[in-house]
């Protein structure tokens, strides 16, 4: 693992994991095809907001490229399921009942803590502040004001 790391960060180079699109349609298009459920309007929003051009016109995200990467360190699951249960502040979980991580799997995880107040949002997948930003801001708004 830290070999992998060593050769993806050093020298760090973006375009090893940047992939070029064409022009803010091939952006658009690419959005649209991952998330169908979003209005046509927040994905040209998200088209120009998170890409920038470069000199040729080519489009790229905006992003930490080194989010890409994957830590030389595991992070053993004990070691979080350790971390989750010593957490003492109301804690607000927000998922989508579609998203691709549901399931047994995280049922599991989120029942290693009995005090988590936990919430659905229907026809949304994993990405809520894409799919449902309105929505998933009055979930956390409304936590807020309760907790205070």
Not at 61 to 77: A, G, M, V
Request: aromatic share 8%; hydrophobic share 35%; net charge positive.
């Amino acid at each position: 693992r830290m070999n992998r790391w060593l050769k993806e960060t050093a020298p760090f180079e973006a375009k090893n994991f940047d992939q070029p699109m064409r022009s803010l349609a091939h952006v658009k298009k690419r959005l649209t095809r991952v998330y169908g459920r979003v209005p046509t309007k927040r994905i040209e929003y998200i088209a120009d907001y998170a890409t920038a051009s470069d000199e040729e016109g080519r489009r790229h995200w905006r992003y930490d490229p080194l989010h890409r990467t994957q830590s030389p360190l595991p992070f053993p699951e004990h070691a979080a399921i350790n971390l989750w249960q010593r957490i003492e502040c109301p804690t607000l979980w927000i998922g989508g009942t579609e998203s691709i991580l549901s399931g047994p799997r995280l049922d599991e995880w989120l029942n290693h803590r009995t005090d988590i107040e936990q919430k659905m949002l229907p026809n949304a997948g994993h990405m809520l502040h894409i799919e449902k930003p309105k929505c998933l801001a009055e979930l956390i708004e409304s936590f807020i004001l309760k907790t205070r």
